[in-house]
């Protein structure tokens, strides 16, 4: 499949660099690669391995056909706004779209740009990338929510399709709660595996041991859940009705780690209800969590 498009890369930052890599090597021409300094669009560029560097102040509607606003969400309204008053005429945007990956927000953000005359809407990676090295690995083949105008939806399937991709379509009145759920599958997993790392460390496991340990046991929890649905998935001590063993964990936070007390209690209850067990003797029935 070939791209006839030539692509602008607005916020050469992680997302920006790894989506334009991947579209550089998938032989989609990168026309520009802007941001808010032009030292940083030159760094975006030279990872991309192409595309001309430019300030985004210096971005106009003829510099490509199909512009991706990498932003972050907090600078999206601001980033539409301003290119919605480049270019001359009274529809300087028209023929052209504009796609944003932000994971909170809906291409409605962009109807600056509309009004000008682009066809908008948002391509948003169900994917973790803590560095543009490592979004060029795991945004290959990973799932992508679409939505916006009909043009412009119809143009992130064909850049999705190039990477591979799995494309799903998301409400965009409820791109909060899609956001939502990944952020309670990312950084509070890595959150609480962090914790766990920290408790194994108190146990004497150091982290070379415990941080393989724990990849290895949260992706099997992991396929587990794609394999068996939560329920099914869900094991431990609440799901038995090990209530001893439950009051021994509060007994040990109180004394390692009393500040992760109240994120137990609320699991706990989580758990229960996932697996649809009683509530009357465990958090009811509390022991002193003194020893």
Not at 46 to 68: C, E, H, N, T
Not at 115 to 132: D, E, F, K, N, W
């Amino acid at each position: 499949m070939t791209f006839s498009f030539n692509v602008a890369i607005i916020g050469p930052g992680r997302i920006g660099q790894a989506l334009g890599r991947l579209l550089a090597q998938s032989r989609v021409p990168i026309a520009v690669v802007a941001g808010r300094q032009l030292s940083a669009a030159t760094r975006g560029a030279r990872f991309i391995g192409m595309g001309k560097p430019i300030s985004v102040a210096d971005l106009q509607p003829q510099s490509a056909a199909v512009f991706l606003i990498t932003t972050s969400d907090s600078s999206l309204a601001e980033v539409a706004s301003n290119l919605a008053r480049q270019g001359t005429g009274k529809n300087p945007w028209r023929g052209k779209v504009v796609l944003h990956t932000c994971g909170s927000l809906p291409s409605g953000i962009l109807s600056p740009l509309k009004q000008r005359g682009a066809a908008i809407g948002s391509l948003h990676p169900y994917q973790t990338v803590p560095s543009p090295r490592t979004g060029v690995r795991s945004l290959c083949e990973c799932f992508w929510a679409v939505e916006g105008d009909r043009r412009a939806a119809r143009v992130a399937r064909d850049l999705i399709k190039m990477l591979q991709g799995t494309v799903f379509s998301v409400r965009p009145e409820e791109k909060v709660l899609y956001h939502l759920s990944a952020f309670l599958v990312c950084p509070t997993v890595v959150t609480l595996m962090a914790q766990s790392a920290d408790l194994l460390k108190k146990a004497g496991v150091p982290p070379k041991i415990s941080r393989p340990m724990l990849r290895q046991f949260v992706a099997e929890t992991a396929r587990n859940f794609a394999d068996f649905g939560g329920s099914r998935a869900l094991t431990g001590p609440a799901v038995r009705g090990d209530w001893t063993t439950i009051r021994r964990h509060r007994a040990a936070l109180q004394r390692s780690a009393p500040e992760f007390i109240s994120v137990y209690e609320s699991l706990l209850k989580a758990m229960l209800r996932l697996a649809n067990k009683s509530e009357e003797r465990g958090p009811k029935s509390k022991v002193p969590l003194t020893t």
